[in-house]
């Protein structure tokens, strides 16, 4: 068999605009049917979830992590068959409360009859039903009670960027209304602000008031998937830099949220605070290429690569060398999808 063996011979620059995708998030989406086997009035067809991964793959085109969702299937549970699902799952007197009783019992149940629930250990399960409130609630990974599903109120089907804030959840991704949120760039809002109260809150000024900056800062705010505000004029697309970061984070440290995942990505930083630099001479390689301790060279995140899943590489913005003088030159003959992220260029030279 021919090796293919490309040495990095030329500058380059890995220009932020290229996505290809190459990490495949698999979703299976489960409507559970009434009693008599009627689906939920707001998805008699499949078109609304259709159109909705179409949205979301747009805005993570944009996001530029080369990261895709796929909808592996989209079935129906419940109905005469199995009218206990229905009673217990579809219906006007179903909550979906925040504390997160209902989604607890959902997955109990379908982990303890899988097939009934057509429960998948490798998808993100999403269950779509008729319910009290147009509302929808995820599992966060840390809790160990209920961790793997999202259940979302039919009438939410005609917006995608629930779906998107629902996995988002499944991520870590907090609400941008707690400051305790990990992502030190975004400002805080509440549900019913509008980007006004977000200035005041955060900057003591009104929103025309404020350097050209800080409004951006407003605006990623109010526009962001993670936020609870509706009904202002904001449009929920936004992700920033830090949310993709710790979305990757999490997809790495649990076990959960790894297996709904085709490959791995793994991040090169050069300008990060590099708790890499102090490791002893002879482990180039001992960072773990994960967002918040990345490789520092291009070298590691090729070296990490298992020659048979095509992972993401991430170079965020930074110079690199193609040749480093602990490691070698890198050498593409694994499969693999490089990116850079849309905060800048990186620049590899020989
Ligand atoms: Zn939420």
């Given at each position: 068999m021919k090796k293919l063996l490309l040495l990095v011979l030329i500058s380059f620059t890995i220009l932020n605009s290229t996505t290809l995708f190459s990490q495949q998030v698999r979703v299976s989406i489960k409507i559970i049917l009434d009693s008599s086997g009627n689906r939920p009035a707001q998805i008699l067809t499949n078109e609304k979830f259709d159109s909705a991964f179409l949205?979301?793959?747009?805005?993570?085109?944009?996001?530029?992590?080369?990261?895709?969702?796929?909808?592996?299937?989209?079935?129906?549970?419940?109905?005469?068959?199995?009218?206990?699902?229905?009673?217990?799952?579809?219906?006007?007197?179903?909550?979906?409360?925040?504390?997160?009783?209902?989604?607890?019992?959902?997955e109990a149940d379908a982990e303890a009859n899988p097939s009934a629930y057509q429960w998948r250990s490798n998808m993100i399960n999403v269950y779509y039903s008729r319910t009290a409130l147009s509302n929808g609630i995820c599992s966060f990974p840390s809790n160990s009670n209920h961790n793997e599903g999202i259940i979302i109120d039919h009438r939410r089907a005609d917006e995608p960027e629930v779906l998107l804030h629902e996995i988002g959840h499944f991520f870590d991704l907090k609400h941008t209304a707690i400051q305790s949120q990990a992502c030190g760039t975004l400002e805080f809002d509440d549900s019913s602000w509008d980007q006004d109260a977000i200035a005041q809150a955060n900057f003591g000024l009104n929103y025309n008031q404020l350097t050209a900056q800080q409004q951006f800062q407003v605006d990623i705010t109010f526009n962001n998937v993670m936020s609870q505000i509706r009904g202002l004029g904001e449009s929920r697309v936004v992700l920033t830099e830090c949310q993709l970061d710790r979305w990757h984070q999490t997809l790495l440290n649990w076990t959960t949220r790894k297996d709904v995942c085709s490959a791995v990505v793994w991040y090169v930083d050069d300008n990060d605070p590099d708790p890499c630099a102090i490791l002893p001479a002879g482990s180039p390689c001992g960072c773990n290429g994960k967002p918040d301790i990345p490789y520092e060279n291009g070298f590691c995140a090729f070296d990490a690569l298992d020659g048979v899943t095509k992972d993401v590489i991430v170079f965020k913005p930074g110079a690199y060398e193609a040749d480093e003088a602990s490691s070698g030159p890198i050498v593409l003959d694994k499969p693999m999808l490089l990116t850079a992220t849309r905060q800048g260029s990186a620049v590899i030279t020989p």
């Open positions: 949205w979301i793959n747009d805005r993570l085109h944009e996001y530029n992590r080369g990261i895709e969702f796929v909808p592996f299937e989209i079935v129906e549970i419940g109905g005469p068959s199995n009218p206990t699902i229905s009673a217990n799952y579809n219906g006007a007197g179903v909550v979906i409360d925040t504390g997160g009783s209902l989604i607890t019992s959902l």
